[in-house]
């Protein structure tokens, strides 16, 4: 319902002023009962000329999937693909399993780390009965690499890991904390903010046996859980009921 049809993309091309492209944009929004709640700087709908559809509240056009995506927070070279509304939460616990992981590999190499380290320190001691009883030599240098690596990784990964628990608390994505969305009363970081409690289950559901298993995740990613909400009225269009009508939101400066 967010696409739009051919005609309707080339009269948005052709309009001669933004004030002209922004009622249409309204019109269109109306007609659909789109549930928006942001706007582009201008005070128009957000609209993304690629891929000719009106974008849904957090969606971005990514320029390397060359597509909108919804709830976007940002394209990941890793794993090249995006990291957004249907894969969110499998990148949190991909970092959550990763740390946990890094710091098994630290915490069970950290004997032979240090015994290495003593050998090197206490070169009169037999560097053959350490190797017989077990504790590193210079053949077993990839020992000392393992620590370091995992360590490295630990912290990297627990950084970014950390930053995106803080964003889900807030309920942000990566690119609304650095550009904040745009609402009737102007930009704000914190306009979808529930709480951290119904944030949590946006991302997580409200199973805790769930949230740390690689299941969907709840909602549409159109419009923000709220349990005293109803979000489908009798036309099957995904609305909420304590928003107010798209139209009139959005003619409002």
């Known amino acids: 319902m967010f696409y739009i ?7 948005i091309a052709a309009a001669q002023t933004i004030e002209d492209r922004r009622n249409f944009l ?12 942001t706007k582009h700087f201008d005070g128009s709908i957000r609209y993304c000329f690629n891929c000719r559809c009106i974008k849904p509240d957090r969606a971005h056009h990514c ?30 616990l991909f970092l959550g399993y990763a740390l946990i992981f890094c710091i098994y590999v630290a915490a069970t190499s950290i004997e032979y780390f240090i015994k290495f380290w003593q050998n090197v320190t206490s070169p009169q001691q037999d560097t053959s009965s350490l190797s017989t009883s077990g504790a590193p030599s210079a053949g077993k240098f990839h020992l000392l690499f393992l620590f370091f690596a995992s360590v490295m990784f630990a912290v990297s990964v627990s ?7 803080y ?24 306009g979808f903010d529930l709480g951290y409690k119904q944030n949590f289950f946006e991302i997580f559901g409200s199973s805790l046996l769930l949230a740390i298993l690689p299941v969907t995740s709840t909602g549409d990613a159109l419009i923000p859980i709220d349990s005293n909400t109803s979000y489908i009225d009798d036309r099957g269009i995904v609305t909420q009921s304590n928003y107010s009508n798209t139209g009139d939101y959005l003619l409002t400066r």
């Open 5 to 11: 049809s051919d005609n309707e993309a080339d009269h």
């Open 26 to 37: 309204i019109h269109l929004a109306r007609t659909a009962n789109l549930p928006l709640l």
């Open 63 to 92: 320029s390397i999937c060359r597509k909108c995506v919804l709830k976007y927070d940002h394209h990941c070279p890793w794993t090249n693909s995006c990291v957004s509304f249907g894969n969110y939460k499998f990148f949190i």
């Open 159 to 165: 950084t970014l890991f950390f930053y995106h628990l």
């Open 167 to 190: 964003l889900i608390w807030k309920n942000r994505t990566t690119l609304e904390s650095f550009r904040s969305p745009i609402f009737i009363d102007g930009p704000n970081k914190n």
